[in-house]
């Protein structure tokens, strides 16, 4: 071969040497970003985060809690209104351990409770996607609460007394179906921070998990999710839970409404597997006879 | 007649009449009345969430036609079916509505306010596209969702 083939051959090879490499790289951070689009759907992370009526993910959404009233930060990308300054691993611990990146605590408003449990890689996703997002400058709004609670001190003791950070662990005794079903209930979905009680200082009640909650956020009733036939979801066809996790129909044909309704704005992007994993979650949850009145 | 036959007729005289006797109960036609008029809501709120949630196609005549009932609904005079003393302690199994519907009336009728006030708010706009039927219809839900959550037995 003449130089001149030989360098035109290693220049071609070059070239789809480094167009496939970017082509890759595009590729795999497209894929980050629909899985962080979907874990951000489907953990209800927009709903909570964006006021109504107001611009998507820049917060002041009011939480009227017995504690006080607390607004919702803004998660945009930009770098002071929002969390644009943030690393990817200052968004982890915020979601794993409920800690700002200045070290102060966050108050359990947010459910880091549940979110702790979420993946690493998991969260380094979210984080991608909420950073490719528009960012808005809206500024956020100084919460509104009791006057012992005002300083954050009183969100470190609240964690020290009820919060273990840790990662959902994988139970070997039970199926890969229930243990993804587990993640999205527990860690994503954070189901349970409505649909259990809590005692008077606001942690849940574990031994009263997904029974139901009189005293749901705006006040409203929140119902139980256990399998139990009267007071739960026993009496439910596996039909039935989907349509509901689709289009929030009931089976009595109404439809829910409130906060539940934004819910389901949210995890009615569930993929079928994903549905059909939460689905057999929730049944082999144990049966608690709890009827919730307010 | 022989004692053993009087009793059979007597069981089954009784047997005959008890519904009779249960249906005489004009409380129970109140009962019905007033579920048969919360059942037109559903069906008329129905097809709107349906459409709504992406269940169904969106059909302006139709959402208009279903949200207008709902506003005529409100013009009902019916107020003689939630008579005090109809409860569900009353009639289990019969009906969902808590007694305090009652003892703590006026309260429920602030309720009734809001749900009038969002229906009215729907009937205006369930016509003029998806995106001016879904926030209406929410609000409608919402007000259902809030009467129900303090005044119904859940499930």
Known sequence: ?294 | MKLATRLCLLIAGLTLAAPGFAAKDPNLKLIKARQGEMQLRAYNVGPLFGMAKGKMDYDAELASTLANNLKTQLSLKIGGAWKKGTDIEAYPGKTTALGKIWTTYPEISEYGKKYAAAVNELAAEAGNGLDALKPKISAVGKTCKGCHDEFREKN
């Not at chain 1, 590729?27 to 927009?46: Q, V």
């Not at chain 1, 039970?174 to 189901?191: F, M, S």
């Not at chain 1, 439910?236 to 829910?256: D, M, V």
């Open chain 1, 1 to 294: 071969m003449i130089p001149a083939l030989r360098l035109l051959a290693a220049v071609g090879v070059l070239i789809a040497a480094s167009s496939s490499g970017v082509f890759a790289q595009a590729t795999a951070d497209a894929g980050l970003l629909a899985r962080g689009e979907y874990l951000l759907k489907i953990s209800g992370c927009t709903h909570c985060h964006t006021a109504e009526g107001g611009e998507p993910l820049a917060g002041g959404r009011p939480l009227e809690t017995p504690f006080g009233t607390f607004y919702t930060p803004n998660i945009t990308a930009h770098p002071t209104a929002g969390i644009g300054a943030w690393s990817a691993e200052d968004f982890q611990r915020a979601l794993h351990q409920g800690r700002a990146p200045d070290g102060s605590d966050y108050y359990p408003a947010f459910p880091y409770t549940s979110y702790t449990l979420i993946r690493a890689d998991d969260a380094f996703a979210m984080h991608a996607y909420l950073m490719s997002l528009p960012a808005s400058a809206q500024p956020n709004r100084e919460h509104e609460l009791a006057w012992f609670l005002v300083s954050r001190v009183a969100a470190t003791v609240w964690k020290w007394l009820f919060f273990d950070a840790g990662e959902i662990q994988q139970n070997p005794a039970r199926n890969e179906q229930w243990n993804r079903g587990a993640y999205i209930a527990e860690a994503l979905g954070h189901c349970g921070e409505c649909h259990s009680p809590r005692n008077l200082l606001g942690a849940l009640q574990a031994d009263m998990a997904y029974a139901g909650n009189a005293e749901g956020p705006e006040g409203e009733l929140v119902p139980n999710i256990t399998p139990h036939a009267g007071t739960g979801i026993g009496d439910w066809s596996r039909e039935g839970l989907e349509e509901f996790l689709k289009f929030g129909e009931l089976p009595n044909g109404e439809y829910t409404a409130g906060s539940m309704e934004a819910v389901i704005e949210g995890i009615k992007h569930l993929t079928p597997p994903d549905r059909d994993a939460l689905i057999d979650y929730l049944r082999a949850l144990p049966s608690i006879d709890n009827r919730v009145r307010k």
